[in-house]
């Protein structure tokens, strides 16, 4: 019987039982689960938790970290790739030292890399909050990856408690369920070292404070929002602005003239709370650039210009480790952020682009709640939700490129209006009957059933059927990328005593996304130091500043990557 089941597994029958096959029959196999579960009892069960607030945030919190955890044999401990992670772990590294910056090394010339000042510092451009974060979990575990965890963690159970001001708590459960599923396991915020979370629980501490200032006007709310705000500026200045913006929109537009002429002692609580995030901001300023109002990301603009990823187009190589659709995709938005970008024109067409980069926080099965919720639009709160948007959109528009953390506050309120899209639709009556109640129970379904599959296949990924249907995976972002190019190396040089130097030597067709020189706080003290290749006679400086370490070439364009012994 089971070699008969094993026969239908996708491309291994002669019926032509394939990967849609397999797919719907997955579907309506979860769909009779779902009939039979969802009884009165396991619903009023449901609603039960959701009315006890301490007991539901907890059950957020732990469900992300179990269900990553049970991905481990298959999925081990995410390999940081990118610029970007590297610099956020300098930055934790830093912190792990109990300084805010690292001195200038004497031969900087050869560690030059990407967001890392080299002058008058060594230090990363960000900002301190993944920072700590990453430093966090690395303090308690030994891992930066925990504190990732743990910030995906919380924006979950904070999702519950954001969407507790604005709706029923049922509504609100399945709203911090759909975090679980959005930015959970097999996200790429839980499957990095970017960031993203951590301003989304910004985003959940100030989004969820402001409407409870307008019910209670509790000083504890007045703090939380503060917090919020300062969280946020420790994550994304920028962005900061446009989330101070959308905070006075709402005390202008949602709170009542006799709230706001009362909200004085709130208001000096909020600015208190702020004030350790601003005070910290202005010290690593300081340490960094050694001026107060100097960021460290406008010394680095000043220093190697403005950074993009669309100044240089990636060379469609097969060594590249981009893949066709991202070289595409590359290509069309140098197109838009090409001469003349400050164009009226060229913003509106930026802005029409990055539609599809929403795609992000919504499931797809959630398209249709996205416009109901425009029918909630005659609530003013739920119209400052929509300006709220807005404002996130236009003020990140004005980058040269998006990506999808620079809205990461407003992950909760895309949250929000999937929730209340849902609500609008579950009212919807036609001639007494409530169909509307049946197709927004159908949309829950798919949203759990979505990830109930992706997540089932990457759970038995070694298995024939897995490895068949991953190849479709379009949404999620869990170790996809080849980590095992870096890993190998590391491996090898774990493999050999003593402290080493390792030169990496480009090729001229190199892709210059795929970074390899990336160096510990303390760049002398570290077991492993890699350096670029400046040719023989600049590189004979560094062997005499290290005389007492191993050398190494390493060419990372090699397929997998080559090291060798320098000569």
Known sequence: MFELFRSFLPFHNPIGFGA????????????????????????????????????????????????????????????????????????????????????????????????????PTYSSIYPLGQGLVLAFGRLITGYAWTGVVLSVSTFCALSY?????????????????????????????????????????????????????VTTARKRDAAFLGVGIGLHLLTRQFESVLLVLAVILFILVVMPMRRLLTFRPQAAICLLAITPAFALTLLQNKAVTHEWFKLPEQLSQYQYGVPSAFTL??????????????????????????PGTDTPVRYVQRLLYRIRYYRFFFLPALYPAIFAFLFAL???????????????????????????????????????????????????????????????????????????????????????FSTEMTRYETWDAINHRDQQRRMGVNDQLAGVPGKQLVFVRYWPQHAFQDEW???????????????????????????????????????????????????
């Open 161 to 213: 408690w954001m969407l507790r001001a604005w709706t029923s708590p049922l509504w609100a459960f399945f709203g911090g369920l759909l975090a679980v599923i959005e930015v959970g396991p097999l996200n790429s915020w839980m499957n990095s070292y970017w960031g993203g979370s951590v301003s989304a629980t910004a985003g959940c501490l100030v989004f969820g404070a402001l409407p409870r200032l």
């Open 313 to 338: 187009q990636p060379v469609p190589l097969p060594h590249n480790p981009l893949t066709p659709e991202q070289q595409l995709d590359y290509k069309a938005q140098s197109l838009m952020h090409g």
């Open 517 to 567: 020189v990336w160096n510990a706080a303390d760049i002398d003290g570290a077991q492993v130091v890699f350096a670029r290749d400046l040719g023989s006679i600049e590189n004979e400086k560094l062997i005499r500043y290290y005389p007492d370490r191993k050398v190494w070439l390493l060419e990372p364009d090699f397929r997998p990557p080559r090291l060798t012994s320098y000569r």
């Open 378 to 464: 005659r609530e003013r709160r739920f119209l400052w939700v929509g300006w709220t948007l807005a404002i996130f959109a236009l003020g990140t528009n004005l980058f040269p490129y998006l990506l999808v953390h620079y809205l990461a506050a407003c992950t909760c309120l895309f949250i929000l209006v999937s929730i209340t899209g849902l609500e609008q639709l579950n009212r919807l009556a036609v001639r007494g009957a409530r169909l509307g109640a049946d197709a927004a129970r159908i949309l829950v379904f798919l949203c759990l059933a979505h990830f109930v599959f992706w997540y089932g296949l990457h759970l038995f990924e070694n298995e024939p």
């Open 20 to 119: 849609a096959d397999f797919i719907e029959f997955t579907l309506a196999a979860l769909l009779v689960s779902f009939v039979l579960l969802w009884n009165p009892g396991l619903r009023a069960y449901v609603a039960r938790c959701a009315e006890k607030p301490a007991y539901a945030m907890l059950l957020l919190a732990v469900l992300p970290i179990a269900l990553r955890l049970l991905l481990l044999r298959n999925h081990p401990v995410p390999v940081p790739d990118t610029y970007d992670e590297f610099s956020h772990l300098l930055v934790a590294d830093t912190l792990l030292h109990l300084r805010l910056a690292n001195p200038s090394h004497p031969l900087h010339q050869f560690f030059e890399t990407f967001f890392v000042l080299q002058q």
